[in-house]
């Protein structure tokens, strides 16, 4: 942990350095194990330069984008909270089972998201 110490002191720029590095980590692992991260980057891939392409002003272009980035955000958390989940042991606990059925839904609301900001910025202008 990075302020375990109690300090509230400014970070350092190699304090910095590493948090960088610590979040790179994350991202390689949530590529490397998890099927579902790396679905929602080749879908943000494609429709990221599509949002900003179709997007009349920056605000419009943010909502498309941003709805998108919120999935990969929603799924890297999903995946930290399996992770700790499944820490435990493999053996079912109701607990455990809502934990996972949670972040499920959180990242079945961030894909709702994305449809309704999609919709509602673009389905006036082309149906």
């Known amino acids: 942990m990075a302020d375990s110490n109690g300090s509230h002191a400014p970070r350092s720029p ?4 590493n948090a960088f590095v610590w979040s790179l980590q994350g991202l390689r692992a949530c590529w490397q194990l998890e ?5 929602e980057v080749y879908l943000f891939v494609v429709l990221a330069p599509l949002g ?5 002003d920056g605000v419009e272009r943010a909502l498309l984008v941003g709805s998108l980035l919120g999935v990969l955000v929603v799924e890297v958390l999903n995946s930290a909270v399996e992770a700790v989940v499944d820490r435990w042991g493999a053996e079912h606990h109701e607990l455990a089972g809502r ?5 499920s839904a959180a990242v079945f609301l961030a894909d709702m998201n994305v449809l309704l900001c999609w919709g509602l910025i673009l389905g006036p202008r082309y149906l």
């Open 35 to 39: 099927s579902s991260f790396r679905l």
């Open 14 to 17: 190699f304090r910095v350095w």
């Open 52 to 56: 900003l392409w179709l997007g009349a």
């Open 99 to 103: 934990a996972k059925d949670m972040g």
